[in-house]
């Protein structure tokens, strides 16, 4: 099966053709999926059973697989304390006419909607009661133990990555070497969180990463709500206050102000003022 695009494009799976592979799913998984209730996002795409479960279907580019294999959400079925889905069943199947693997995983339904797109224009008005849930898990998932390496952007993140991505837009002398590394989910942003009540899912590219990158990632998608940011700020104070934390907001910034930034981005001048602050911070450490 391919689903392909013209040279020099990428797959897109929210306008790319996306039925065939949705029946090749039906027939290994043996259950019929909801049309109607299709998400559709860049590289994946769910829908509802038959069976009350949650299908997501991803494609990735075989050397995008690493050699801890293609199974995050499997692994982190294993998670104690961690709000999420219950993983139930998965099929994976290599593309006939591309360098490329396909992955279904079947999981139970979240226990509400998600709470938006990746970046928000608008204050979802969180009660207390999710983010007590919210940090809860977080600091549940930063003790477990595991030799899987977060691959944020499907790019596994190492300390050269680190250095290369903070000093390519902040070239200013100051360590970046990380001190601790502790399990992320490595995609953390509104998309991936549910509410009224909290649930944290699409853990494929869980891993160990620097502490503090889950916390700066949902800063970073926060930044068009100066008072969503700034609970966020609250709330993994711990995290933030850490060097490591800095670090890893740093790297987030670097992500919006580097070479590819847009300049209507309304993220630019909240992240600018942070990434300044952190950079004096560091200097004089």
Not at 94 to 107: I, N
Not at 183 to 205: G, K, Q, R, V, Y
């Amino acid at each position: 099966m391919t689903l392909s695009a013209p040279t020099g494009q990428a797959v897109d799976l929210r306008v790319q053709p996306v039925d065939e592979i949705l029946d090749q799913v039906e027939r290994s998984l043996r259950t019929r999926l909801d049309r109607d209730t299709v998400v559709r996002k860049r590289r994946s795409v769910g829908a509802r059973s038959g069976r009350d479960t949650w299908v997501r279907v991803e494609r990735r580019l075989v050397d995008k697989i690493g050699d801890q294999g293609w199974n995050g959400t499997e692994c982190a079925a294993r998670l104690k304390g961690v709000a999420q889905p219950e993983w139930q069943a998965c099929v994976v199947w290599r593309d006939a006419g591309e360098p490329v693997m396909w992955r279904a995983d079947e999981t139970g339904l979240l226990p509400g909607d998600p709470i938006g797109t990746a970046v928000l224009s608008e204050d979802p008005e969180l009660p207390d009661e999710w983010w007590c849930a919210f940090s809860s898990s977080l600091d549940a998932l930063a003790v477990q133990r595991t030799s899987r390496v977060a691959t944020p952007d499907t790019e596994t993140i190492t300390q050269t990555l680190v250095a290369e991505a903070i000093h390519t837009v902040f070239p200013s002398s100051f360590d970046t070497t990380v001190e601790q590394w502790v399990p992320a989910h490595a995609d953390l942003n509104w998309a991936n969180m549910s509410a009224p009540t909290f649930c944290l899912f699409d853990w494929e590219d869980w891993g160990s990463a620097p502490r503090g990158l889950d916390s700066a990632s949902l800063w970073a998608s926060s930044l068009v709500v100066p008072a969503l940011a700034e609970r966020v700020l609250r709330e993994r104070r711990a995290d933030f206050a850490s060097r490591d934390g800095k670090l890893m907001t740093l790297f987030v910034c670097s992500k919006i102000l580097g070479p590819d930034a847009h300049p209507q981005d309304p993220r630019l001048g909240p992240a600018r003022q942070m990434a300044e602050q952190i950079v004096q911070d560091l200097q004089t450490d």
